[in-house]
């Protein structure tokens, strides 16, 4: 069995990428840390654990850091709705969070079970960069880190340099990527044109007549809408997914390459923008992966292998 920890501010595609480790039959996670961003870190809580839930798993949940390490928190009500899951209104869940404070659970996970546990981050790096500045010899005890976050081609969503998880908390970004935790950075551009669920990818999924199916598309609602709308994509964006995808099958991601990569913090204008020095100028060591390309249709068919019923 293969062993995730899922690190997140649990919104609409968030709680699809969760569904997507929960119900991969091979992989344990072992807990889900949430951290403030999409939404307040109390309804990212909630939302996890009603996705848990509609898995039929007790993973454990942990409330974490409910704002950004220097900054005031700003939230994306506009793109996943006022819930964070679409204006669903979804009923709250049976189950409570763990007391214990997720930066203090994910240092115990790791430091209990070293080199077993693989980190995958869907939110922005606050849990985390707490975390290793806590107990910094953890990141020499996490064999593999996935992130969703940044934009490798200086294409943004926030604002034209930069993408919202890194921009929401450049400073604990920068931490974990000098922190020494082996990162493969999967940019907001991979889940957009062609990767995106367009009418027909849609159609599909409610086709499979599944509860998870059902979820993943109605839950999103607003992000559609709000893609459609203000980016100008085809369909539903699924960053996070795309994420889990790469993490529960390597060879989605067909072209990576180690790269010098920093985080800006003080310009206004570039704030969280992921600088990559993709050809090595700065003579800088290498500190972080970058996902390059993915294989689209391995991506989407490894979301609709979970949506299926068991």
Known sequence: MRRFWIDTDT????????????????VVVDGISVVSGNVPVEMGTRNALYTV???GKQTPVYSGIDRPLLREPSYAYFFHGPDGMGGMNYPEPAGAE???????????????SPGEITLVILGPLSNIASAVRIAPDIADKIPMCYVMGGAAACLGNMTPAAEFNIWADPDAARIVFHSGIPILMVGWEHCRGEANLDDDDMAFVRSLNTPYADFTLDCNESAIKTNREWLGDPGLALPDPVTMAIALD??????????????????DLTRGMTVVDELGVLNK???????WEINIPLWKETLYTTLRDE
């Open 11 to 26: 919104a609409s595609d968030d709680a699809v990428a969760i569904l997507m480790a929960l119900r991969t039959p091979d």
């Open 250 to 267: 390597p060879e989605v991601c067909t072209k990576r390459g180690k790269h010098f990569v920093d985080v800006e913090t003080i310009s």
């Open 98 to 112: 763990d007391k214990v404070h997720a930066v203090d659970a994910f240092i115990d996970a790791v430091r209990g």
């Open 285 to 291: 060591e290498p500190n972080i992966e970058v996902c």
């Open 53 to 55: 839930e509609l898995c």
